[in-house]
């Protein structure tokens, strides 16, 4: 972590402020367009045209109409990033990854465009889960976090500054504690926030009986993790073939005793009643929800869930009951937009994942970004990121566009020429 006031690119000697004003670091001046993402007058993504961005330490200080923040605070001695033409907006929150995992499914992937499961398995081809478990096994710390470091290095370029970033590859207490322990090197050694999730509940292991990994999981590697701090969620992959309600359920509240808060993998390829499991414990996010149905969908809402929802998944995997976007908003149900990055869906860019909701899952450029931003924050319960305002933190990215709408229409583009973290320009 980066204490507040040693961010920002001023030189080291302070200049004596003659204003009363709060004195910026750095400011991001004269931009085309703000889009803040705070609701404002019926428009989801609070956009301001002619605005700039105050930044004092690793915090906004104000964001609105250029003259209305010119006279809010001091920028005589500030960095300035000249904006004109550009459009600003929050860094991307990606709250929904395994971007830590050995090795790499291209063989797979490329064999399955053109046969089916049973022959790629019949070539000998490793598959799957339990495919990415043996790599990430075998795998030395070090070359996890080389991997996943580049892959945030990719995520970064593309604007995002926050990721989740889940365990679930290694299915015994070392291998996921080795996991774990990656991702707060991870923390420590590049730009990208990472909010890290036990998913020792991903798959089962296949050498010791179902029963005893659960109790497992309950007994020995929910309170080691939760002891030694590694992680902020726990998770589990409900649904037909992985762990059922009952497990799930028994798993989600050993994790929440312990001080790890519940998300849910669930309804992604059946429907046995997880969704509805997830409303009742009141989890943060629900994921996947391709199964789940508009009851599902309202219990949900009612019960203050955000469902993260993976189209460039569904796209990677060429999923054969595409989630129902649509259905989720009608039943109030808020959204995050994440990539889902793993060895399966190897996708970085959330302006992809925008991209594809878009065109393929009929949200509004607006909806796009606002489950992008601040709906990945709140799908990790972070309520200090993924809007521009006073006091939140100072994430964002700049875009080279001359519309926001050229963000969803400029298929496969980076718009992101710069990417400021915690008042840090870092790209
Ligand atoms: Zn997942």
């Excluded at 050993?254 to 989890?283: C, F, N, Q, W």
């Excluded at 019960?303 to 999923?319: K, R, Y």
Aim: charged share 20%; hydrophobic share 45%; with cysteine.
């Amino acid at each position: 972590m980066i204490g507040r006031g040693d961010a920002g690119t001023r030189g080291a000697t302070p200049v004596k402020s003659e204003s009363s004003q709060p004195r910026a670091d750095l400011l991001i001046a004269d931009a085309a367009l703000v889009l803040t993402c705070v609701l404002a007058g019926g428009d989801p993504i609070g956009r301001i045209p002619g605005a700039s961005v105050a930044v004092a330490g690793e915090r906004i200080l104000a964001a609105g109409p250029a003259a209305q923040v010119a006279t809010q605070v001091d920028a005589t001695s500030a960095s300035v990033i000249d904006a004109t033409g550009k459009i600003v907006a929050p860094g991307f929150v990606d709250s929904h990854t395994h971007l830590v995992f050995g090795g790499s499914r291209v063989a797979e992937y490329a064999a399955r465009l053109t046969h089916s499961a049973a022959e790629v398995a019949a070539m000998g081809i490793p598959m799957g889960i339990q495919a990415t478990v043996a790599a990430t096994r075998a795998a030395p710390a070090e070359a996890l976090v080389a991997g996943a470091q580049q892959r945030l290095r990719g995520m970064l370029r593309h604007g995002t500054t926050t990721a989740e970033s889940k365990s679930g590859y290694g299915l015994t207490l070392e291998a996921e504690l080795k996991m774990l322990r990656v991702n707060r090197q991870l923390q420590d050694s590049q730009p990208v926030d990472i909010i890290s999730t036990f998913l020792g509940a991903h798959d089962f292991p296949p050498e010791i009986p179902r029963e005893r990994y659960v109790a497992q999981l309950i007994d020995e590697m929910i309170p080691r993790v939760a002891g030694e701090g590694l992680a902020e969620f726990c998770d589990v992959y409900c649904d037909d073939g992985y762990y059922t309600v009952e497990e799930s359920r028994r798993i989600l509240e050993a994790g929440r005793a312990a001080g790890l808060k519940p998300k849910i993998h669930t309804d992604a390829y059946s429907t046995i009643g997880g969704a509805a499991m997830a409303a009742e414990l009141g989890v943060v996010s629900a994921d996947h929800l391709n199964y789940a149905s508009q009851e599902d969908f309202r219990r949900l809402a009612e019960a203050g869930v955000t469902g993260v929802v993976m189209p460039a998944l569904d796209w990677a995997v060429s999923h054969s009951r595409p989630f129902d976007a649509r259905a989720m908003l009608a039943e109030g149900l808020p959204l995050a937009l994440a990539t889902d990055l793993c060895p399966a869906c190897w996708v970085e860019s959330m302006q992809l994942v925008m991209q594809l909701a878009c065109r393929m899952y009929r949200f509004s450029p607006e909806e796009a970004l606002y489950a992008a931003t601040a709906g990945g924050a709140r799908a990790l319960g972070l309520d200090d990121r993924g809007t521009l305002a006073p006091g939140q933190l100072a994430d964002l990215q700049i875009w080279d566009l001359p519309a926001f709408e050229d963000v969803i229409y400029r298929i496969g583009n980076n718009a992101v020429e710069t990417v400021i973290k915690r008042g840090k320009v870092v790209i």
